[in-house]
Every structure is written in C-alpha cells, then in structure tokens.
Nanobody, 121 residues
C-alpha cells in the first residue's frame, strides 16, 4: 500500500522560507511522477510543482524562481523548498503521485493528507 506523508508546513512571515517534505512508503510504478498541489482558502486546488520519473522538475509560472523540488531516492522523499514566501502562498500543500501527473490533479492516484502553510506577519 502506497502512502504519502507530508510535513514541514507552518506559520512564516512574508519573505521567509520553508521546506516541505513528502515521504513515500510502499512502491509506485517507476514511471509515476510526483509533485505538489496546494489549495488556498476559498480557491480550487492547483498544481505547484512536479518532478518526472527522470528527475526533470516542472514549476507553475507563479512559483518559478521561488520554489525548488528535489527527490532523494535514498530517503524515499520529495522536498519542496519554498523561498520568498508571500501571503498568497498560504494554503494546504498536498503531495501527489500518478502517471503523467503534470499539474492535473485527476491524474493522481495517491495523495497525502496535506500540510498547512500560513504566510502572515
């Protein structure tokens, strides 16, 4: 059984940084991509970043230059480094995995429970 467990969220001031982690237990097919989505208050969930099975990172335009996704296979962990945080980055961040994930949540077969990120002074 595959499980995704996120951690690392919290309350941070604008301009601050956080590193989110997603630990994967169980085995997903090698061609599965894995990535991050977020749901801001009152908004639909949106794709933030994902990394392909070939470790090619992809970013939504609104996070380019501020977010960095990285996979550490030895730890079965995906990290999302978030820098220069803005209040509009506030939301629940979810880890997800699936074939051809991209920024399409309906392609995800597995989801984590989410971790809350709040950016406020």
């Amino acid at each position: 059984q595959v499980q995704l467990v996120e951690s690392g969220g919290g309350l941070v001031q604008p301009g601050g940084s956080l590193r989110l982690s997603c630990v994967v237990s169980g085995s997903t097919p090698p061609y599965y991509a894995i990535g991050w989505f977020r749901r801001a208050p009152g908004k639909e969930r949106e794709g933030v970043s994902w990394i392909s099975s070939f470790d090619v990172p992809h970013y939504a335009d609104f996070v380019k230059g501020r977010f960095a996704i990285r996979r550490v296979n030895a730890k079965n962990t995906i990290y999302l480094q978030i820098n220069s945080l803005k209040p509009e980055d506030t939301g629940v961040y979810y880890c997800a995995s699936g074939p051809g994930l991209g920024f399409e949540e309906n392609r995800a077969n597995y989801w984590g429970q989410g971790t809350q990120v709040t950016v406020s002074s």
